[in-house]
């Protein structure tokens, strides 16, 4: 009977923990897992990248170890038998986590703030690994709604225009549909955001550079 074809790997993959995110920043084996998106054998992956086989594999042993790459299937070839290594996720993400507990913000937030958005984006990431994690040891779905648009303002009076009119909409709904008093309710954390895109053109780059708002 054909063995079963192992289910391709997920799009993105989040690492919590300091250990398994120190092998992704390590020089020699974070560069690998591009190599191995599919199937691959050390001997193989040690030809394509002129290295010697037992380094390679002592690295590739550690990626393992550490659940970023997995054996997929075996092959004989001669005497031996190789083992086919493939990434556990087309990409990784480092969680906040890994480095240390995020504190929360001690000065009055500037909704302005580049770090104010960078301190969102940390905790967002932190808080859907975790509940993703245990959604999924339970066997569940994790209920999530991402939007994500591009828009282009003329100028930075449309730009101004559109957030205090997003942020009076964002604040009318939020008054509409919050239910401090519902005993089987469940609180959701809406978070939004814009910055420029890093396709910039040069004027978007000197009214970036220009303008406060």
């Known amino acids: 009977m054909a063995a079963r074809a192992r289910p391709a790997p997920p799009p993105l993959a989040t690492v919590r923990d300091a250990d398994r995110a120190a092998h992704l920043v390590n020089p020699r084996r974070g560069p690998l897992l591009a190599h191995l998106t599919e199937p691959t054998s050390a001997a193989a992956l040690a030809r394509k ?7 390679l594999t002592y690295h590739l042993g550690e990626l393992e170890r550490a659940g970023l790459i997995e054996c997929v299937s075996r092959r004989r070839k001669g005497n031996c038998v190789e083992r086919l290594m493939r990434v556990t996720a087309r ?24 770090a104010v958005q960078l301190q969102a984006a940390a905790r967002t990431i932190q808080e859907v690994a975790a509940l993703e994690a245990r959604a999924t040891r339970e066997g569940k779905r ?5 939007l994500d648009t591009v828009i282009r303002f003329a100028n930075p009076a449309d730009r101004r225009a559109f957030t205090e ?8 709904l939020a008054a509409r549909y919050h239910n401090t008093h519902a005993r ?6 809406l978070v939004v955001c814009a910055h420029p895109t890093a396709s910039t053109t040069p004027s978007d780059v000197r009214e970036t550079g220009a303008s406060s708002d």
């Open 184 to 189: 089987r309710g469940r609180s959701f954390r």
């Open 142 to 146: 994790l209920a999530t709604l991402t």
């Open 49 to 55: 990248l002129g290295l010697p086989r037992q380094r």
């Open 91 to 114: 990409a990784f993400v480092i969680s906040p986590e890994a480095s240390g507990a995020i504190s929360a913000a001690t000065a009055a937030p500037d909704r302005l703030s580049a």
């Open 165 to 172: 009119e997003i942020t009076d909409t964002i604040a009318r």
